[in-house]
């Protein structure tokens, strides 16, 4: 079983929609997740970490964690064309290796 | 503050042949890790180093090897190469700050092996 795994997806919604991306971790003593995002020929970039203990918001983006399911879930209000991109969801490991989720790709359409 | 940059941004090589792929971390992070991302995997964990030293490996053979610079900049080596090494190879620095560790990415060089 892999440390975390998460839907391929792929996911495709209309301009305005709420969005759900998803993914489990098999590990109870993970503490702190974090979701990427991949555009098209580029490497991750950090949107959002937050801890085991709830939720975080920023902005049309909230990060949140079900501890009793280890579900992580990170979810997009008023999602644009520009939230198209691939998100990844993360969580650190022993000796500064990171697990990371398969990935699931999101197209946002205008 | 730049970026992690990575050189070259693609690569074409035939099976059997090396190559070498450099990172230049962010300024001030020590330590930088490789990750191996394809279609079917999806991030692997290659190895990291933290000043000069690795303190860490993935699963990977013995042909992916790699080091640090003791300006922090990283470069790994990939030797006999196999149709399968075909990815997009990550390299991603980080503060090592000991809490709410962030890995920051460069953009990737893309390895096709034919």
């Known amino acids: 079983q892999k440390e975390v795994e998460q839907d391929p997806g792929p996911l495709s919604v209309p301009e305005g929609a709420i969005v759900s991306l998803n993914c489990t971790y098999s590990?109870?003593?993970?503490?702190?997740f974090m979701w990427y995002r991949q555009y098209s020929r580029k490497g991750p970039e950090l949107l959002m970490y937050t801890y085991s203990s709830g939720n975080k918001e920023d902005g049309r983006f909230t990060a949140q964690v079900d501890k009793s399911s280890k579900y992580i879930s990170l979810f997009i209000r008023d999602s644009q064309p520009s939230d198209s991109a691939t998100y990844l969801c993360a969580t650190p490991g022993p000796g500064n290796q990171f697990y990371f989720g398969t990935g699931t790709s999101l197209t946002v359409i205008p | 503050k730049a970026g992690v940059t990575q050189t070259p941004r693609y690569l074409i090589k035939t099976r059997g042949q090396q190559v070498t792929l450099s990172c230049s971390p962010i300024s001030g992070h020590r330590s930088v890790s490789w990750y191996q991302q394809t279609p079917g995997q999806g991030l692997q964990f290659l190895f990291e180093?933290?000043?000069?030293?690795?303190?860490n490996k993935g699963n990977f053979p013995g042909r992916f090897s790699g080091r640090q610079f003791s300006n922090s900049r990283s470069e790994m080596n990939v030797s006999t190469l196999e149709l399968g090494d075909s990815a997009l190879y990550l390299c991603?620095?980080?503060?090592?700050?000991?809490?709410?560790?962030?890995?920051?990415f460069g953009s990737g060089t893309q390895l096709s092996v034919l």
């Open positions: 991603a620095s980080s503060p090592n700050q000991g809490f709410e560790e962030k890995l920051f």
């Open positions: 180093y933290f000043s000069e030293t690795q303190r």
């Open positions: 590990n109870s003593a993970f503490q702190y």
